[in-house]
């Protein structure tokens, strides 16, 4: 029925514009979904974080509070959107709204359900993708969050302030050292998939069956893949571009009202493009036994798919939400070793111990184990590497407890 009123809907356009007419209506959906979906997402990370520090989060507009995200956007609208005198004004103004577009973009190839085999833009069928058949969807998606930085840059920069420069110069080095342990999380999806383009990434795991979902072959990417991703989209604990102890604000300390906010939406959308990759490259996407299979073809299975994915993507989200307000914020200095030291070399060991399973032939379930002993590994790497900051840092000796008590 549905797929008749879309056919019908797309007869009412010129033959001419007859194959714009999906594609445009899914990216408003997908616009107009996502920026609510940000608004109350605001408002379940004010509650969840109200309900984890013992206190009362928002409730006084509305039922629940529920009509604040509402009374936020109309306050971030009408409040004065001052542009101080020693900013360079065509770059502060076009700062955010870079920001806000590379991250929509890297939406653009995230399926948000079953992609149909065969896709034609005319026959009513539904793509649940922007831009449907890109195989090299990975790719696209790293270049152009890699873009993200630019808006960060080009507003701390605009700024023309220490706080903010200082903040860009962060979110650079860090993008730029957490872009290499991204990319190399899902070469080894690559390998065992034979392919780049996530809608074959998820139709592969969903052929296979829960058993056939790549955190069983591939746990430590998933773990890379999540705190990398975290870490290029700014969220704490990785956040030291915009930490408030150390720079105010960081790059966006002289920004206000809806040129902020803009910022703050990047951010967001960030989040669930995060979310929406993690369970579709490593939990199966819309698959899920028994409800949502392959060949599953009752009556609004295509709406359970749906949903099996957006509530797996809204499990990752909570977690987001949920280390912000657990795990402390690195120093600089932790967050480029983390990197560096500790997420490349294993991303690297991870890629070939792929390799090793494919060039011999062996049971893909011989990556589990393998994933394993290299967290164990690194773990004991670690804790022997370690050392007291104050005797590693400046080679001061530690003093017995009761020396200075004596000497008094």
Known sequence: MIRVMLEQFINWFPEWARPFVMPMLTIVIVLQVNLGVCSYLILLERKLSAWMQDRIGPNRVGPWGLLQPLADMGKLLLKEDIIPAHVNKVLFVLA????????????????????????????????????????????????????????????????????????ALRASAQVVSYEIPLGMSVVGLALLTGSMSIEKILLHQASAGILGWNIWFQPLACVIFFAAAMAEAQRLPFDLSECEQELVGGWHTEYSAMKWGLFFLGEYTHVITISFLTSILFFGGWQFPWIAEVNSNYLGSTLVK???????????????????????????????????????????????????????????????PMSAVLSLGAGLIGTQSTRPFARKETGMAVEPAGHHAHAH
């Open 306 to 368: 749906v949903l099996v994915l957006l509530t797996k993507s809204f499990a990752f989200i909570i977690v987001i939400q949920m280390l912000r307000w657990t795990i402390p914020r690195f120093r600089f200095d932790q967050l480029m070793g983390l990197a560096w030291k500790v997420m490349i070399p294993l991303a690297t060991l991870n890629v070939v111990t792929v390799m090793i399973v494919k060039q011999f032939h062996l049971c893909v379930w011989w990556l589990l």
């Open 96 to 167: 955010p709204g870079i920001s806000v577009f590379t991250t929509m973009l890297a939406f653009a190839v995230v399926p948000f359900g079953p992609v149909p085999e065969n896709l034609s833009v005319t026959d009513g069928q539904f793509p649940f993708i922007i831009a449907p058949g890109i195989d090299l969807g990975m790719v696209f998606i790293f270049a152009v969050t890699s873009l993200a930085v630019y808006g960060i840059i080009l507003g701390g920069w605009a700024s023309n302030s220490k706080y903010s420069a200082l903040g």
